[in-house]
């Protein structure tokens, strides 16, 4: 892609409702990145915790975890474009995915075996049992909590809140992402894809900036030594002061 292509778009673009839809998505994100300097400044000092992190990385011991945390951050960027354009209920199943990996990450760190497992979920009916036997949500909940009480008691809070606010279809984020419009009459039930500013947006930013920090939190406990000499540690608990 040439940066022609990204300055003006292509024939056609805008001319439809899906990229008409893209457009207003993009406007939002830009509005946010505005009028929200402070929280999206410290999104933008989460994503470069990974950024730090992962970048030039090499033969990373325990192997495995370092994978999970690439998809984690992945899932963390998806989530914090959705939250900036105002779409809110559907960036909380991208930040549980992203939360998730984190978790699981951590859960199976050097462990070769549960790692193998995982691995052949697909090969038979067992094996697909057997790997949801052992990835519970409760296992793996108990296995941070057990080896960091705080954090574990952090993920275990932040699980629930993403399933209430919009990773399952739950009230409060249908609640919150709708609006009952009276015209005469008529009563009509809207659905907001994209939020405007306001409590919504300001607490998506947050819940945005929570997850992502708890995923390099929960990583330290495995990769002390490189978390402390890429000073990671000590930015993780000053942004925390803020959430």
Not at 56 to 85: E, K
Not at 115 to 125: I, L, V
Not at 130 to 149: G, M
Not at 217 to 224: D, F, N, S, W
């Amino acid at each position: 892609m040439t940066s022609s292509l990204l300055a003006r778009p292509p024939n056609g673009w805008g001319q439809d409702s899906l990229t008409g839809y893209f457009d207003n998505f993009r406007g939002n994100q830009f509005a946010t990145f505005n009028n929200k300097r402070p929280a999206v400044a410290d999104l933008i000092r989460i994503d470069g915790l990974f950024v730090r992190f992962l970048h030039g990385a090499t033969n990373p011991r325990p192997f495995v975890p370092m994978t999970f945390m690439l998809r984690a951050h992945a899932a963390y960027r998806a989530a914090a474009g959705a939250v900036l354009a105002g779409q809110l209920y559907e960036a909380q199943a991208m930040l549980r995915l992203c939360l998730e990996h984190g978790a699981y990450g951590f859960y199976i760190g050097a462990d070769k075996v549960r790692w193998q497992r995982w691995m052949n979920r697909n090969d038979s009916a067992a094996a697909k049992q057997a790997v949801r036997d052992e990835f519970t949500h409760n296992r793996i909940r108990k296995h941070i909590k057990a080896a960091a009480a705080t954090i574990g008691g952090q993920f275990e809070r932040l699980y629930e809140t993403l399933i209430d606010f919009g990773a399952h279809p739950n009230e409060q984020g249908f609640s919150i992402n709708s609006a009952i419009r009276r015209d005469g009459e008529k009563v009509h039930f809207d659905t907001i894809y994209l939020q405007a500013d306001g409590v919504p947006l300001d607490m998506g930013l947050k819940m945005t900036g929570q997850v992502g920090l708890w995923v390099p939190h929960v990583m330290q406990l495995i990769y002390v030594e490189r978390f402390e000499l890429q000073g990671i540690r000590a930015d993780i608990e000053e942004i925390r002061s803020r959430f």
